[in-house]
């Protein structure tokens, strides 16, 4: 299937986990991928699996400069994102009692800030363009469970979903759309390595339908959003989690 045919996407966290399996989907449906991630070793293994479509760049979401660098990389190389997914976060497993200031400032700032950054600039250049574009953000169920040892990134994954009601309301005028797909726990790279990973058992007790959720289950419904098909949907949050909430 071709449905993104003379599409250039841009992927952020697309190093590993969820964002890579969203980069390998998107270049199969035909895109153009820009490869983006702060770990730039990763993005170079990704790109070269994916091959001729697909373009590394690095860069700290959270560093407005690095952000810029990397939008004049995109122009220079292709004709310009029209399509960004919004993929890049910390995911910390951090007790309550060791929530500080200073973690709290960090996850706000690459999780929350560093989503307006990209998206500040990806659809400026939507816009100049007058072409359609897409924005899809990747929050995250514990939105609507409020998972334990994450305040902050509950929070920031709270502020995602109203920066996208309301940027979708802004920027419906100029045929871009802007929504936010909700994964449950899902076994990526991160979650693996992480304490994360101890929690699929009680997931899966709360879960409609059975089974350890995979990054290909996101990338898939990710691919959707950025088709053709999903043009008449803007300002919603898409939860995937097999059933484990329901909002
Ligand atoms: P992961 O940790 O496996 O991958 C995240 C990637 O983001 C890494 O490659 C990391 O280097 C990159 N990254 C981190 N900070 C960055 C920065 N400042 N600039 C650029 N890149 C940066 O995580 P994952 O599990 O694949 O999660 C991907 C997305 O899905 C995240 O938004 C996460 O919040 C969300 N999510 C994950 C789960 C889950 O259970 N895995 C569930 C719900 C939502
Ligand atoms: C249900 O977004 O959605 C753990 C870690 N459990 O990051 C998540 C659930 C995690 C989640 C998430």
New binding site residues.
Partial sequence: MSRLEGRVALVTGAAQGIGKAIAKRLAADGATVIVSDINSEGIKAVAAEIGDRAIAIAADISDPAAVAKLFDEIDAKTGGVDTLINNASI?P?VAWDDVDLDHWQKIIAVNLTGTFIVTRAATDRMRARKAPGRVICIG???FF?G?PN?AA?VAA?GGVIGFARALATELGQYDITVNVL?????ESDG?KA?P?NN?FEF?EMLQAKKGKGQPEHIADVVAFLASDDARWITGQTLNV?AG?VRH
């Fill in positions: 995911v497993f995250s169920n514990t469970a998972t994450m990134y994954k909700t994964p449950g726990l899902i979650v992480s994360h929690a997931v989690d484990m």
